[in-house]
Protein backbone atom coordinates (compact mmCIF):
# COMPACT_ATOMS: atom_id res chain seq x y z
CA UNK A 1 0.00 0.00 0.00
CA UNK A 2 1.19 2.99 -0.84
CA UNK A 3 1.81 6.36 1.67
CA UNK A 4 -0.54 8.87 1.36
CA UNK A 5 0.95 12.37 2.93
CA UNK A 6 -0.41 15.08 4.27
CA UNK A 7 0.99 18.50 5.22
CA UNK A 8 -0.52 20.54 8.18
CA UNK A 9 0.35 24.61 7.63
CA UNK A 10 -0.36 26.64 10.22
CA UNK A 11 0.81 29.87 11.73
CA UNK A 12 2.27 28.49 14.45
CA UNK A 13 4.48 25.37 12.16
CA UNK A 14 4.10 23.04 9.56
CA UNK A 15 4.17 19.08 9.84
CA UNK A 16 3.58 15.91 7.66
CA UNK A 17 1.36 13.66 8.76
CA UNK A 18 2.26 10.30 6.69
CA UNK A 19 -0.79 7.42 6.45
CA UNK A 20 0.17 3.42 5.73
CA UNK A 21 1.20 -0.05 6.56
CA UNK A 22 3.47 -0.37 8.47
CA UNK A 23 5.10 2.70 8.51
CA UNK A 24 6.13 2.91 12.30
CA UNK A 25 8.96 -0.04 11.62
CA UNK A 26 10.43 2.99 9.50
CA UNK A 27 10.77 5.60 12.26
CA UNK A 28 14.80 5.52 12.13
CA UNK A 29 14.47 6.54 8.21
CA UNK A 30 11.53 9.09 9.34
CA UNK A 31 13.70 10.68 11.46
CA UNK A 32 16.54 11.10 9.61
CA UNK A 33 14.37 12.30 6.71
CA UNK A 34 12.51 15.08 8.99
CA UNK A 35 16.59 15.97 10.16
CA UNK A 36 15.88 14.45 13.89
CA UNK A 37 19.32 13.67 14.49
CA UNK A 38 18.76 13.23 17.82
CA UNK A 39 20.95 10.96 19.90
CA UNK A 40 18.22 10.46 22.89
CA UNK A 41 14.75 9.25 22.58
CA UNK A 42 12.48 8.91 25.34
CA UNK A 43 9.45 6.70 23.74
CA UNK A 44 6.04 7.42 25.72
CA UNK A 45 4.32 4.64 25.09
CA UNK A 46 0.04 3.29 25.81
CA UNK A 47 -0.11 0.18 28.22
CA UNK A 48 -2.37 -1.02 24.91
CA UNK A 49 -0.09 -0.70 22.33
CA UNK A 50 1.10 -4.93 21.77
CA UNK A 51 4.56 -5.24 23.48
CA UNK A 52 6.01 -6.93 20.12
CA UNK A 53 5.22 -3.72 17.81
CA UNK A 54 7.13 -2.14 20.52
CA UNK A 55 9.94 -4.13 20.35
CA UNK A 56 10.30 -4.01 16.55
CA UNK A 57 10.14 -0.19 16.59
CA UNK A 58 12.66 -0.28 19.44
CA UNK A 59 14.82 -2.83 17.08
CA UNK A 60 14.60 -0.32 13.92
CA UNK A 61 16.24 3.13 16.20
CA UNK A 62 19.88 3.11 16.61
CA UNK A 63 19.83 5.56 18.95
CA UNK A 64 19.85 5.71 23.16
CA UNK A 65 16.27 4.56 24.07
CA UNK A 66 14.12 5.45 27.24
CA UNK A 67 10.53 4.17 28.07
CA UNK A 68 7.68 4.90 29.99
CA UNK A 69 4.39 2.82 29.78
CA UNK A 70 1.27 4.54 30.80
CA UNK A 71 -1.94 3.49 31.17
CA UNK A 72 -4.30 5.70 29.41
CA UNK A 73 -7.39 6.51 31.19
CA UNK A 74 -8.75 10.57 32.41
CA UNK A 75 -6.98 10.26 35.57
CA UNK A 76 -3.48 9.67 34.38
CA UNK A 77 -3.91 12.65 32.10
CA UNK A 78 -2.96 14.46 35.00
CA UNK A 79 0.31 16.83 36.04
CA UNK A 80 1.57 14.11 38.05
CA UNK A 81 2.22 12.07 35.07
CA UNK A 82 3.43 15.24 32.97
CA UNK A 83 5.84 15.38 35.73
CA UNK A 84 6.86 11.54 35.62
CA UNK A 85 8.05 12.48 32.10
CA UNK A 86 9.60 15.43 32.33
CA UNK A 87 11.89 13.60 35.58
CA UNK A 88 12.60 11.03 32.80
CA UNK A 89 14.19 13.94 30.57
CA UNK A 90 15.80 15.54 33.15
CA UNK A 91 17.54 12.69 35.12
CA UNK A 92 19.08 11.90 31.59
CA UNK A 93 20.10 15.62 30.67
CA UNK A 94 17.83 15.21 27.33
CA UNK A 95 18.50 18.61 25.43
CA UNK A 96 15.88 20.45 22.99
CA UNK A 97 17.35 18.63 20.16
CA UNK A 98 16.47 15.02 21.20
CA UNK A 99 13.24 13.67 21.09
CA UNK A 100 10.23 12.54 22.45
CA UNK A 101 7.37 9.88 20.61
CA UNK A 102 4.65 8.81 21.40
CA UNK A 103 3.19 5.92 21.05
CA UNK A 104 -1.12 5.14 21.65
CA UNK A 105 -4.14 7.06 21.64
CA UNK A 106 -5.19 10.50 22.47
CA UNK A 107 -4.60 10.55 26.00
CA UNK A 108 -0.81 9.67 25.49
CA UNK A 109 -0.56 11.90 22.55
CA UNK A 110 -2.00 15.06 24.65
CA UNK A 111 0.05 14.32 27.42
CA UNK A 112 3.63 13.79 25.43
CA UNK A 113 2.56 16.78 23.41
CA UNK A 114 2.23 18.87 26.70
CA UNK A 115 5.33 17.85 28.31
CA UNK A 116 7.36 18.44 25.26
CA UNK A 117 5.99 21.43 25.01
CA UNK A 118 7.49 22.85 28.27
CA UNK A 119 10.42 20.94 28.70
CA UNK A 120 13.18 22.93 28.24
CA UNK A 121 10.63 25.66 26.31
CA UNK A 122 10.30 22.75 23.70
CA UNK A 123 11.94 19.58 22.76
CA UNK A 124 11.47 17.47 19.20
CA UNK A 125 8.08 15.68 19.45
CA UNK A 126 6.75 13.01 17.16
CA UNK A 127 3.19 11.44 17.41
CA UNK A 128 2.21 8.03 16.16
CA UNK A 129 -1.38 7.78 17.25
CA UNK A 130 -2.62 4.00 17.28
CA UNK A 131 -6.31 4.51 17.67
CA UNK A 132 -8.53 5.49 14.88
CA UNK A 133 -9.74 7.91 16.72
CA UNK A 134 -6.88 9.61 17.36
CA UNK A 135 -5.51 9.32 13.94
CA UNK A 136 -8.49 11.53 12.33
CA UNK A 137 -8.64 13.88 15.27
CA UNK A 138 -6.45 15.03 18.01
CA UNK A 139 -3.49 14.04 15.84
CA UNK A 140 -4.29 16.80 13.80
CA UNK A 141 -3.86 20.69 14.95
CA UNK A 142 -1.65 20.76 17.57
CA UNK A 143 -3.57 21.04 20.88
CA UNK A 144 -2.45 19.10 23.58
CA UNK A 145 -3.92 19.22 27.32
CA UNK A 146 -4.60 17.56 30.83
CA UNK A 147 -6.87 17.35 33.35
CA UNK A 148 -7.24 18.95 36.66
CA UNK A 149 -9.65 18.49 39.75
CA UNK A 150 -11.82 21.84 38.00
CA UNK A 151 -11.97 19.89 34.76
CA UNK A 152 -10.81 18.73 31.77
CA UNK A 153 -8.30 19.78 29.27
CA UNK A 154 -7.95 23.11 31.37
CA UNK A 155 -4.58 23.07 31.28
CA UNK A 156 -2.70 22.68 27.86
CA UNK A 157 -1.01 24.52 25.04
CA UNK A 158 -0.55 24.63 21.60
CA UNK A 159 2.49 22.58 20.27
CA UNK A 160 3.25 21.17 16.85
CA UNK A 161 4.98 17.50 16.26
CA UNK A 162 7.79 17.29 13.36
CA UNK A 163 5.69 14.45 12.16
CA UNK A 164 2.59 12.09 12.78
CA UNK A 165 2.74 8.94 12.00
CA UNK A 166 -0.84 7.33 11.21
CA UNK A 167 -0.28 3.34 10.87
CA UNK A 168 -3.33 1.41 9.68
CA UNK A 169 -1.34 -1.81 10.82
CA UNK A 170 -2.03 -0.64 14.68
CA UNK A 171 -5.70 -0.66 13.80
CA UNK A 172 -6.30 -4.43 13.94
CA UNK A 173 -4.82 -4.42 17.52
CA UNK A 174 -8.40 -2.54 18.84
CA UNK A 175 -11.67 -4.03 19.85
CA UNK A 176 -14.87 -3.37 17.30
CA UNK A 177 -16.31 -0.29 20.09
CA UNK A 178 -13.14 1.34 19.75
CA UNK A 179 -13.21 1.25 15.96
CA UNK A 180 -16.45 2.76 16.26
CA UNK A 181 -15.16 5.73 18.37
CA UNK A 182 -13.02 6.98 15.40
CA UNK A 183 -15.24 6.43 13.10
CA UNK A 184 -17.67 8.82 15.06
CA UNK A 185 -15.02 11.84 14.23
CA UNK A 186 -14.78 10.62 10.23
CA UNK A 187 -18.43 10.81 9.96
CA UNK A 188 -18.98 14.18 11.75
CA UNK A 189 -16.24 15.07 9.39
CA UNK A 190 -18.47 14.20 6.09
CA UNK A 191 -21.45 15.91 7.69
CA UNK A 192 -20.10 18.72 8.29
CA UNK A 193 -18.04 19.55 5.02
CA UNK A 194 -17.93 17.17 2.06
CA UNK A 195 -21.17 15.30 1.09
CA UNK A 196 -19.38 13.33 -1.63
CA UNK A 197 -17.81 12.18 1.23
CA UNK A 198 -20.38 11.02 2.78
CA UNK A 199 -21.91 8.69 0.43
CA UNK A 200 -18.65 7.12 0.45
CA UNK A 201 -18.90 6.03 3.67
CA UNK A 202 -22.69 5.05 3.20
CA UNK A 203 -21.88 3.19 0.26
CA UNK A 204 -18.82 1.46 2.48
CA UNK A 205 -19.29 1.40 5.71
CA UNK A 206 -18.91 -2.25 6.41
CA UNK A 207 -15.61 -2.55 4.99
CA UNK A 208 -14.42 0.94 6.58
CA UNK A 209 -15.72 -0.95 10.30
CA UNK A 210 -14.36 -4.16 8.86
CA UNK A 211 -10.61 -2.66 8.30
CA UNK A 212 -10.46 -3.36 4.82
CA UNK A 213 -7.14 -1.19 3.95
CA UNK A 214 -7.94 0.47 0.86
CA UNK A 215 -11.31 1.86 2.33
CA UNK A 216 -10.51 2.52 5.90
CA UNK A 217 -7.01 4.13 4.51
CA UNK A 218 -9.11 6.80 2.28
CA UNK A 219 -11.33 7.30 4.83
CA UNK A 220 -8.71 8.71 7.63
CA UNK A 221 -6.96 10.40 4.48
CA UNK A 222 -10.30 12.20 3.57
CA UNK A 223 -11.14 12.96 7.05
CA UNK A 224 -7.80 13.89 8.09
CA UNK A 225 -7.96 16.49 5.15
CA UNK A 226 -11.55 17.61 6.21
CA UNK A 227 -9.81 18.19 9.72
CA UNK A 228 -6.63 20.10 8.02
CA UNK A 229 -8.56 22.48 6.12
CA UNK A 230 -11.04 24.22 9.06
CA UNK A 231 -7.76 23.90 11.63
CA UNK A 232 -5.45 25.64 9.25
CA UNK A 233 -8.09 29.09 9.02
CA UNK A 234 -8.57 29.22 12.07
CA UNK A 235 -6.08 27.58 14.27
CA UNK A 236 -6.76 28.37 18.02
CA UNK A 237 -10.74 27.96 17.79
CA UNK A 238 -11.95 31.46 17.69
CA UNK A 239 -14.44 30.85 14.94
CA UNK A 240 -14.30 28.38 12.20
CA UNK A 241 -13.20 25.43 13.85
CA UNK A 242 -16.19 25.63 16.59
CA UNK A 243 -17.66 23.48 13.71
CA UNK A 244 -15.68 20.28 14.96
CA UNK A 245 -17.98 20.28 17.90
CA UNK A 246 -21.09 19.33 16.04
CA UNK A 247 -22.91 16.29 18.21
CA UNK A 248 -20.66 17.53 21.15
CA UNK A 249 -22.50 19.40 23.23
CA UNK A 250 -25.09 16.93 23.34
CA UNK A 251 -22.93 14.44 23.58
CA UNK A 252 -20.34 15.23 26.15
CA UNK A 253 -23.62 15.95 28.13
CA UNK A 254 -24.30 12.29 27.47
CA UNK A 255 -21.17 11.07 28.67
CA UNK A 256 -21.04 13.08 31.80
CA UNK A 257 -24.67 12.12 32.68
CA UNK A 258 -23.85 8.55 33.06
CA UNK A 259 -20.18 9.33 34.47
CA UNK A 260 -18.39 8.47 31.92
CA UNK A 261 -18.52 4.84 32.19
CA UNK A 262 -18.00 2.43 29.52
CA UNK A 263 -21.82 2.01 29.37
CA UNK A 264 -21.07 4.48 26.79
CA UNK A 265 -17.50 5.44 25.14
CA UNK A 266 -16.71 9.14 23.57
CA UNK A 267 -17.47 7.70 20.34
CA UNK A 268 -21.04 6.24 21.09
CA UNK A 269 -21.68 9.43 22.73
CA UNK A 270 -20.79 11.65 19.96
CA UNK A 271 -22.89 9.42 17.47
CA UNK A 272 -25.78 9.77 20.00
CA UNK A 273 -25.34 13.86 19.61
CA UNK A 274 -25.05 13.61 16.16
CA UNK A 275 -28.11 12.35 15.98
CA UNK A 276 -29.99 14.45 18.46
CA UNK A 277 -28.49 17.50 16.51
CA UNK A 278 -29.61 16.69 13.18
CA UNK A 279 -33.13 15.97 14.49
CA UNK A 280 -33.06 19.36 16.57
CA UNK A 281 -31.85 20.95 13.35
CA UNK A 282 -35.20 18.90 11.65
CA UNK A 283 -37.48 19.97 14.93
CA UNK A 284 -36.40 23.67 13.60
CA UNK A 285 -36.69 23.31 10.27
CA UNK A 286 -33.24 24.06 9.33
CA UNK A 287 -32.55 21.14 7.97
CA UNK A 288 -35.33 19.01 5.58
CA UNK A 289 -36.71 15.70 6.18
CA UNK A 290 -35.03 13.86 3.48
CA UNK A 291 -31.41 15.14 4.22
CA UNK A 292 -32.22 14.50 7.87
CA UNK A 293 -33.27 10.53 7.01
CA UNK A 294 -30.09 10.03 5.53
CA UNK A 295 -28.28 10.80 8.59
CA UNK A 296 -30.93 8.82 10.73
CA UNK A 297 -30.69 5.75 8.06
CA UNK A 298 -26.71 5.89 8.40
CA UNK A 299 -26.48 5.86 12.17
CA UNK A 300 -28.65 2.70 12.24
CA UNK A 301 -26.31 0.78 9.82
CA UNK A 302 -23.65 1.82 12.20
CA UNK A 303 -25.55 0.50 15.46
CA UNK A 304 -29.47 0.30 15.51
CA UNK A 305 -29.09 0.22 19.42
CA UNK A 306 -27.53 3.63 19.57
CA UNK A 307 -30.63 5.25 20.28
CA UNK A 308 -31.45 7.81 23.47
CA UNK A 309 -34.15 5.50 25.03
CA UNK A 310 -31.43 2.66 25.51
CA UNK A 311 -29.13 4.67 27.67
CA UNK A 312 -31.42 7.16 29.34
CA UNK A 313 -35.01 7.28 30.84
CA UNK A 314 -37.24 10.67 30.55
CA UNK A 315 -36.23 11.51 34.29
CA UNK A 316 -32.12 12.10 32.91
CA UNK A 317 -33.44 14.83 30.72
CA UNK A 318 -32.77 17.39 33.37
CA UNK A 319 -29.39 16.32 34.34
CA UNK A 320 -28.13 16.33 30.88
CA UNK A 321 -29.38 20.19 30.38
CA UNK A 322 -27.54 20.75 33.12
CA UNK A 323 -24.11 19.41 31.54
CA UNK A 324 -25.06 21.27 28.30
CA UNK A 325 -25.88 24.34 30.66
CA UNK A 326 -21.90 24.78 31.27
CA UNK A 327 -20.40 24.05 27.94
CA UNK A 328 -17.49 25.57 27.51
CA UNK A 329 -18.64 26.87 24.20
CA UNK A 330 -22.02 29.20 25.84
CA UNK A 331 -20.87 32.61 26.49
CA UNK A 332 -24.02 33.63 28.34
CA UNK A 333 -27.19 32.06 29.85
CA UNK A 334 -28.33 30.01 26.62
CA UNK A 335 -27.21 26.79 24.87
CA UNK A 336 -24.49 27.06 22.11
CA UNK A 337 -25.32 24.55 19.67
CA UNK A 338 -23.95 23.87 15.78
CA UNK A 339 -26.65 22.78 14.07
CA UNK A 340 -27.00 21.19 10.30
CA UNK A 341 -28.53 22.93 7.35
CA UNK A 342 -27.93 20.32 4.82
CA UNK A 343 -25.41 17.25 4.87
CA UNK A 344 -21.88 19.45 3.88
CA UNK A 345 -22.78 22.44 5.62
CA UNK A 346 -23.04 23.30 9.29
CA UNK A 347 -23.67 26.41 11.18
CA UNK A 348 -22.12 27.34 14.98
CA UNK A 349 -24.26 30.51 15.29
CA UNK A 350 -27.08 29.03 17.07
CA UNK A 351 -28.27 30.12 20.80
CA UNK A 352 -31.54 28.12 22.57
CA UNK A 353 -32.73 28.87 25.98
CA UNK A 354 -32.82 25.74 28.39
CA UNK A 355 -36.58 25.36 27.97
CA UNK A 356 -36.90 24.88 24.70
CA UNK A 357 -34.42 22.08 24.42
CA UNK A 358 -35.79 20.45 27.28
CA UNK A 359 -39.26 20.20 25.28
CA UNK A 360 -37.52 18.97 22.60
CA UNK A 361 -36.45 16.36 24.59
CA UNK A 362 -39.37 15.53 26.01
CA UNK A 363 -40.12 15.38 22.39
CA UNK A 364 -37.45 13.13 21.13
CA UNK A 365 -38.25 10.10 23.65
CA UNK A 366 -41.30 10.26 21.81
CA UNK A 367 -40.87 9.56 18.53
CA UNK A 368 -37.34 7.57 19.09
Known amino acids: MKTSKILINTSDGKYPILIGNNLSLKLGNLLKKNNILSTKILLVIDTKVPRKIVQKIKNKLKKKIFLIYINSNEKNKSQNTVDKIINILLKNNFNRNDCLISIGGGII????????????????????????LAQVDSSIGGKTGINSKYGKNLIGSFYQPKFVISDISFLKSLPKREILCGYAEIFKHSLISDKVFFSFLDKNIKKILDLKSSYIKKAIYKSCIIKKNIVEKDFKEK???????????????????????????????????????????????????????????????????????????????????????????????????????KIGKVNFNYKFNVKKIEKFLLDYFNII
Open 239 to 341: NLRKVLNFGHTFGHAYEASLKYSSKLNHGEAVILGISSAAKFSQYNNIININEYKLIFNHIKKINKKLVLKNFFKKNSIKKIIKFMSTDKKNSDNNINLILIK
Open 109 to 132: GDLSAFAASIFKRGLFYVNIPTTL
